[in-house]
C-alpha cells in the first residue's frame, strides 16, 4: 500500500495542526460538541460515514473493499478540568480546562491514520470503527458499551494506544497480560459511642479504632496478597470529631485500592473480599459497628495475549528493536471495559523528552508532548489494522 511513512510525512503539519487545535479548544467529559463536530467532519470529508454516539461521542466506520472481521480504533477526547500553565501559541482558550492528559494526540493520530488508510480501502480485508470516545477520565467507555459500540457491526477486536510521558520519545511499551490498575474507591464510616475523654471506658472510641484499621489493612498487600501481584490500598481523607477532650461518634476515612492483576471474586486474590473482612475484623475487634461502601471506577486493563502478538510485530516495522520495551503502571483507563469483551491491546507510545520539557507527568497542569512522535502512533494504527486482516485471513484459510 503504497510508501506509508511518506504519506505521514505529507501529511506531518495537518497532524500536528488537528493537535494544537483540539488542544486550544479543550471540553470535558460528555460536554465534547465541538471537538465532535470538528472529528464528525474530518471523517465524512474522507467518505468515511460517521455519525454521533453516547452524546458527544463519534463512530465511524470503514469498509474495506474485501469482506473481513471488524477492527475497532478507540481515542479519547476529554480534556480535564486543569487550567494550563503552558506558554504556547496554542494553549488552552478554555478557562480552568486543558487537554493535560495528550487526548488532544489521540485524536490528531486516529484522524490522520482514517485519512491514510481510507486512500487504500482495496488493501483492507475487514472493516475499520474508527471510535471516539467521550469522558475517559470518567468510565466513559461504559455508556459506550451500553449504547452499543460493540456492536453492528460486531466488534472482533480493539487497539487503544496513549500517548506516554513517563516513557522516552521513540519507544513504544507493549506488554501482556495487565497493564494498568483495576481501582475501587471505598468509604467507610466507624460508629462507635460518643463520650468523655476523662472517662473512655463508658464510651466506644472510633477514633482508636479508624487508626489500627489504617494500619491493619496493609498486611492484605503485605501478607495476604504475593508481592509479585502489585496491590496498593491508600487512605486519602481522615474526619471524624470536633474538640480534643470529646470521643466522638463516628470517623469516616475514603480511599483508593489499586491491583495490577483481575482480582474479581473468582480469582485467587480478591482485594476487596479481603478488604471487607479486615474492617469488619477491626471494628469489631474495638466494639464499633461499620458502615463500608465500595464502588469500582476501572478494571484492570488486561491485554490479549494474541493482539500483543500481533502488536509487536507491527511495531518491528515502525520502530527500532530496542525501542519496543514493556511496562505496566497502577494509573487506571477505562479502556479495560473494552479488553475485558473483546481480544484487545493497549499500547503506550512515548512523549519523554527531558529537552523539550515533555517528560512532566500526565494531568500536571505545565504537561507538553513531544509532537514529532505523533507519526509513529499514526503509523501503528494503519500497519496494526493491516497487519490484523492479513492475519486473520491467514489463520482462516
Ligand atoms: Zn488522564
Ligand atoms: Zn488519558
Known amino acids: 500500500m503504497g510508501n506509508i511513512r511518506q504519506r505521514i510525512a505529507e501529511l506531518n503539519q495537518e497532524l500536528i495542526d488537528l493537535r494544537r487545535d483540539f488542544h486550544m479548544h479543550p471540553e470535558l467529559g460528555f460536554q465534547e460538541h465541538r471537538t465532535a463536530a470538528v472529528v464528525e467532519t474530518y471523517l465524512n470529508n474522507l467518505g468515511i460515514h460517521a455519525e454521533r454516539v453516547s452524546k458527544t461521542g463519534v463512530v465511524g466506520l470503514l469498509k474495506g473493499t474485501k469482506p473481513g472481521p471488524v477492527l475497532m480504533l478507540r481515542a479519547d477526547m476529554d480534556a480535564l478540568p486543569l487550567a494550563e500553565e503552558n506558554d504556547l501559541p496554542y494553549r488552552s482558550k478554555s478557562t480552568g480546562i486543558s487537554h ?89 464510616t466507624i ?8 472517662s473512655p471506658e463508658s464510651a466506644v472510641d472510633p477514633i482508636l479504632a479508624a487508626a489500627n484499621l489504617i494500619q491493619t489493612v496493609q498486611l492484605i498487600q503485605t501478607r495476604e496478597i504475593s508481592h509479585l501481584k502489585s496491590t496498593i490500598i491508600m487512605f486519602g481523607k481522615i474526619s471524624g470529631g470536633t474538640k480534643s477532650n470529646i470521643i466522638p461518634e463516628k470517623v469516616e476515612l475514603e480511599g483508593s485500592i489499586r491491583f495490577l492483576y483481575e482480582g474479581g471474586p473468582d480469582s485467587v486474590e480478591r482485594p476487596i473480599e479481603r478488604f471487607r473482612r479486615v474492617v469488619q475484623g477491626v471494628c469489631e475487634t474495638h466494639q464499633c459497628t461499620c458502615d463500608i461502601d465500595i464502588h469500582t471506577e476501572n478494571i484492570p486493563l488486561v491485554n490479549d495475549d494474541g493482539m500483543v502478538r500481533l502488536a509487536k510485530s507491527t511495531a518491528k ?44 507527568p500526565h494531568h500536571n497542569s505545565c504537561f507538553n508532548i513531544d509532537e514529532d512522535t505523533l507519526r509513529f502512533g499514526v503509523e501503528m494504527y494503519i500497519r496494526i489494522a493491516m497487519d490484523y486482516f492479513t492475519s486473520v485471513d491467514q489463520r482462516s484459510t
Request: glycine share 12%.
Open 100 to 188: 493535560a492528559c495528550g487526548h488532544d494526540a489521540h485524536m490528531a493520530m486516529l484522524l490522520v491514520a482514517a485519512r491514510i488508510l481510507s486512500e487504500h480501502r482495496e488493501a483492507l480485508a475487514g472493516t475499520i470503527k474508527f471510535v471516539f470516545q467521550p469522558d475517559e477520565e470518567v468510565a466513559g467507555a461504559i455508556r459506550m458499551i451500553e449504547d452499543g459500540i460493540l456492536e453492528n457491526p460486531r466488534v472482533d477486536a480493539a487497539v487503544g494506544m496513549h500517548i506516554w510521558s513517563p516513557l522516552e520519545s521513540g519507544k513504544i511499551s507493549i506488554t501482556p497480560g495487565a497493564v494498568m490498575a483495576g481501582l475501587d474507591v471505598f468509604k467507610i
Open 191 to 198: 460508629h462507635g459511642k460518643g463520650g468523655h475523654t476523662g
Open 317 to 360: 516495522k515502525v520502530f527500532h528493536g530496542e525501542a519496543i520495551v514493556q511496562g505496566s503502571y497502577l494509573a487506571s483507563e477505562d479502556f479495560s471495559f473494552y479488553s475485558s469483551r473483546v481480544p484487545a491491546v493497549f499500547m503506550f507510545l512515548g512523549t519523554g523528552n527531558a529537552s523539550k520539557r515533555t517528560n512532566l
